[in-house]
């Protein structure tokens, strides 16, 4: 049904639109205009109109039917361009195209599935120290595995734990510069606050380290099929700037472990929760993997897929995408105008009661019933879709299953905090406090 004018949506106040609601709580804010305003609804964001579209078949038709006529947009704040640069992430037409061709090679399926023995060793090792009656940040923990896994898979490179925690220190203040603050619409992006020294200290920090590895690798043969390797021979036939090297590395570090380790952290928190439900999964992990997950293993683990979909569903790493028009687009029944602002947030869609019974509950088995027959396909994007779909999807899942028997096969983990957890929004969806678990012993 055609519909006139434009969409519905909150009131805001001059100059800020709706930023200073948005920045105050993401979460809260979403989910409020979607229950109050439908499928469409717009308002005004970091002083671009917005239009948040929670139907599954509206985010099908920007990431995919219509994929040709958004791009990923410009926020205004240079910090996300000096961080990601020209990286996958935020590369547009024939710059993007031809990265991800390049970057395609070190994640070919047979790639992939050939990690999996290293995958599992890293993750033997990372445990190796861990005790009974321990009690560890989970996500912390985990995303000091997943960082480990990623340079050794797409770099190359093995790091010692001094680098690791140096790694780790520098993603803090990294992550801090991304949370919503409507201040920050009203302050240059240059202007030496503690906020943004604390930003280029940590960056430097991480590209030193970078450019260590890579000299390192330049050292060795580049007949690797590693991402750094790969691109390292594409600069040697000029195909690479040293500034397109270092943004793509800077993308693949951060993007490459942090979805993954908060991922797991969610599903050690909800397996927490829910204990029967993590007693099937520890059942099928012993039955099919024992002490010593494989590759072969990874298809039989149908129960541990819908785990892991659940907990993707309920805490999405990536809680909201952007897409901004470039060109006017019929959405919703409403004319979206070209350079509009387009947000598809998997937190509001992902917990609606529109494509899932008793949303709010966690129940693998929405997965592995009938319910998902008539489910709409986006109705669940955790890794976005379309074209520009998370190119380590598969990566990210196969590392998800075999660190979860890895630490299943030795430990159960028990929260020792009692409450809600607390969310954190930045360019992920981070715990806002440690996730302090206890291991118990198997």
Known sequence: MSLDGRPPGPEGVPLLGNTHQYARDPFTFMSAVGRAYGDVAAFDLAGQRTYMLTNPADVERVLVGRADAFRKPVFGDDAIEDLLGNGLLLSEGADWRRQRDLA??????????????RMVELAERHVADWEPGDVVDVREELASLTVTVIADAMFGATLDDATTAEIQTALEPLGARFEPDARRFLLP??????????????????????????????????AGDDL????????EHGEQ?????????????LAGHDTTALALTYTFFLLDRNPDDRRRLYAELDHVCGDDPTFEDV???????????????????????????TEGVRLGGYDVPADALCMLPQWVVHRSDRWYDDPEAFDPDRWLDDRTEDRHRFAFFPFGGGPRICIGKQFSLLESKLILATVASRFELERVDDGPLELRPSLTMHPRDPVRMRLIGR
């Open 241 to 253: 700037t040293d500034r397109q090297l270092r943004d793509e590395l800077v993308t693949m570090l």
């Open 299 to 325: 298809p039989r683990l149908e129960f541990a897929d819908a785990v892991l979909d659940e907990s993707l569903r309920l805490y999405p790493p990536v809680y909201t995408m952007f897409r901004e028009s």
């Open 228 to 235: 750094l390797s790969v691109l390292l021979r594409a600069q």
């Open 189 to 222: 992006s240059w202007l030496p606050t503690d906020e943004n020294r604390a930003f280029r200290d940590a960056l430097d920090t991480l590209e030193s380290i970078l450019d260590d590895i890579v000299a390192e690798r330049r050292r060795r043969d580049l």
């Open 104 to 117: 395609g090679e070190a994640f070919r399926p047979q790639r992939i599935a050939g990690l999996a023995e």
